[in-house]
């Protein structure tokens, strides 16, 4: 075992956040050869705001706001490291970590946009943000509802546009070569293996390619005259 824990002040940052993302960076930490820190956790609106005129945020609804995201990054001479390679490291590990405890989670580094190597966060269809939140405990109701306008802060993952457009292809009837390759280039290009959930949505992708593909063949051959027809005389 690597014998790492998280440290005192690590512990301290993710006051308030919910028990499950607790438990997956816990358990992360027990998992990883090196050591972790936690570099924030429950965030304040006006913390907030100042991020977003720093433009290091982009969004007033987001998870750090009511206790359903942390930031986490490998520990680099004693300091965090705000290194992508690894972050990718440190992925699969959280990711592993969560399944073993079965609580979902979202990285920020899937993402399609504004990508962000150090978030994890609660995903909002399982933990959606109650009144009851830590975070919106804290603010006043002009603050709630600001955050409730907002967008989310999570993008759509590159593995789900992937998909996405490949689906929407081929329910539209046609697939191109292009647009088949970019597929695989983005399933490719993701740093983790696809979940259980992904794995059928790739299924029901490649249903719709071929059906994609046999309404465009119909739709050719209807073009060109009509259906296809076995005739020896040709």
């Known amino acids: ?30 998992l990883a050869p090196f050591q972790l820190i936690v570099t924030e956790g429950l965030r304040s609106v006006a913390q907030q705001r100042e991020n977003i005129r720093k433009g290091v945020s982009w969004t007033m609804n987001s998870r750090h706001l009511t206790g359903h995201a942390v930031d986490v990054a490998p520990a680099v001479n004693g300091k965090a490291s705000y290194s992508w390679p690894l972050y990718y490291k440190l992925a699969p590990i959280v990711k592993q970590a ?20 150090p978030h994890w966060q609660l995903p909002f269809r399982q933990y959606p943000a109650h009144k009851s ?25 590159d593995a789900g546009a992937a998909i ?26 993701q740093q983790y293996e696809l979940t259980s959930h992904d794995a059928v949505r790739v299924a029901i992708a490649v249903v719709l390619i071929g ?9 050719y051959h209807k073009a060109k005259g009509g259906e296809v027809t076995v005739d020896g005389n040709d």
């Open 1 to 30: 075992m690597p014998g790492y824990k998280l440290s005192a002040q690590s512990m301290k940052l993710m006051t308030g956040v919910h028990p499950d993302l607790v438990k997956v960076i816990v358990r992360a930490q027990e």
């Open 98 to 117: 969560a399944h073993e405890l079965g609580v979902p989670v979202e990285w920020g580094g899937d993402w399609r946009k504004n990508k962000d190597g």
């Open 211 to 219: 059906a994609g593909v046999w309404m465009a063949w119909k739709a």
């Open 164 to 189: 996405k457009t490949v689906g929407l292809a081929g329910a539209g009837g046609f697939v191109s070569l292009d647009t088949v390759s970019a597929f695989v280039q983005d399933l490719s290009a």
């Open 133 to 157: 939140s830590v975070g919106l405990l804290g603010m006043d109701e002009m603050e709630r509802d600001e955050v409730r306008r907002a967008a989310p802060t999570n993008g759509e993952s």
